[in-house]
């Protein structure tokens, strides 16, 4: 198993950006597809985002489509999410994943959106 390091969570204003990111020591991302997920308070994870090996596929959830943006650069080992026009309801606790490659296990990093 080896540990995802996500960061670039604040909290911001309804209708506010903010850039995620994510990086993990020993894992190459140009060999993986990978996913956002989020856990918002008092619910379950919900996967909301993944970009293929190459970076050159990506798909959304209904909820995040047309307003997050998933990208990734494998030469520096990192995975963003764009994050744009941001609702209350995105507040959550936000992780990379891979779960079935390994990546797992990340602290997080916490948006939160106020109204």
């Known amino acids: 198993e080896v540990q995802p390091v996500e960061s670039g969570g604040a909290l911001v204003q309804t209708g506010g950006s903010l850039r995620l990111s994510c990086t993990a020591s020993?894992?190459?991302?140009?060999?993986?597809?990978l996913n956002w997920v989020r856990q918002a308070p008092g619910k379950g994870l919900e996967w909301i985002a993944d970009i293929s090996l190459g970076g050159g596929i990506t798909r959304y959830a209904d909820s995040v489509k047309g307003r997050f943006t998933i990208s990734k650069d494998n030469a520096k080992n990192m995975l963003y999410l764009q994050m744009t026009n941001l609702k209350p309801e995105d507040t959550a606790v936000y992780y990379c994943?891979?779960?079935?490659?390994?990546?797992?296990g990340g602290q997080g990093t916490l948006v939160t959106v106020s109204s």
């Open positions: 020993g894992f190459p991302f140009s060999r993986y597809t």
């Open positions: 994943e891979n779960e079935a490659a390994g990546l797992k």
